[in-house]
Each structure stands twice: as C-alpha cells, then as structure tokens.
C-alpha cells in the first residue's frame, strides 16, 4: 500500500507536536525541519485540527500543539482518516463499472485482506512509539527550526 503525501505529512506534524511536548510549534519550524512546503502543511495542520489531534493557538507566540496525549493517537486511525478518499484499486469503490471480472474477482479480496492487515499493523503503534528515542529525534528535527523559532523573536529552548 502507497500512503499520500498528504498522509505522510500529516505523520510528520504529529510527531514533530509530539517532540515539542508542551512547547508550541508552528507550520514553520515544521517546514523548516523537514525542508518541506508551508503551503501544503497549513492544509494538513487545519484538517488535523478539525479531526481533533492538534489545537491551534492564536496571537503573538501562538502556535500549534497536540490536543491528545501521545498515547492516545493511534497511528492507524491517522491513517484510515488521512486516507480516507483513496481506494487501493479503483474496485474497491461502491460499483465499479469498469471491470468485466468484478463480479466474480478474486483479487479484490485478497487486496481487501492486505489493507486490513496493513492498518491493522498500525493500530498496534500510538503516535508516542514514533518518537523513540525522544533525544536523537528531537536533536535531528528541532535542531533545524530553531532558526525559524529565533526569527520569531521567542526564546530558545535546549533539547
């Protein structure tokens, strides 16, 4: 199974949160630290708000953080909403016309059988596994937005 980039980046945020534990941190430093586009990941911090993982902060100093304790996310429900919109193959939609094998294909299960498999994996991981080790993660990431936090004006922090 191939996750959208959109998934992708919604992981990232969280676990960027996660390490700032109870640190606000903004779409910015988030860019920054993993050299990715503040446009995309404004998307993905307002879809992540609006699901409930992620608070958003507003005014001078503002910033994002999570809304649930690490433990609390689990990675598979992340993906299932992330995911949401995007069959694995196109029969997996209500009807699809298209296939002359549909009503008698076996494939369709077998594919259904490893997406289950696959989340299922996954609901196993609470979004506080990913930042094992804490130090070293945090080290690699927020080394790189400590730039974008001090442009901001506010302290900076040591890890």
Do not use: W
Request: hydrophobic share 45%.
């Amino acid at each position: 199974m191939r996750l959208t980039v959109y998934t992708d980046f919604s992981l990232r945020v969280l676990i960027f949160l996660a390490l700032k534990g109870d640190e606000l941190g903004t779409i910015a430093e988030i860019a920054k630290a993993y050299g990715i586009s503040k446009n995309h990941l404004m998307k993905v911090a307002h879809q992540l708000g609006r699901a409930g993982y992620i608070e958003t902060v507003r005014g001078k100093g503002g910033g994002l953080r999570l809304a649930r304790r690490p433990e609390e996310i689990v990675i598979g429900d992340v993906v299932r909403r992330t995911e949401s919109g995007s069959a694995l193959v196109p029969c997996f939609a209500p009807r699809d016309d298209d296939c002359v094998i549909y009503p008698r294909c076996i494939l369709r299960g077998a594919l259904a059988k490893a997406q289950n498999a696959f989340l299922a994996t996954l609901d196993e991981y609470s979004l506080a596994d990913f930042v094992r080790p804490r130090a070293p993660l945090r080290k690699l990431l927020l080394l790189r937005s400590r730039e974008a936090t001090a442009a901001r004006g506010l302290r900076v922090v040591q890890a």
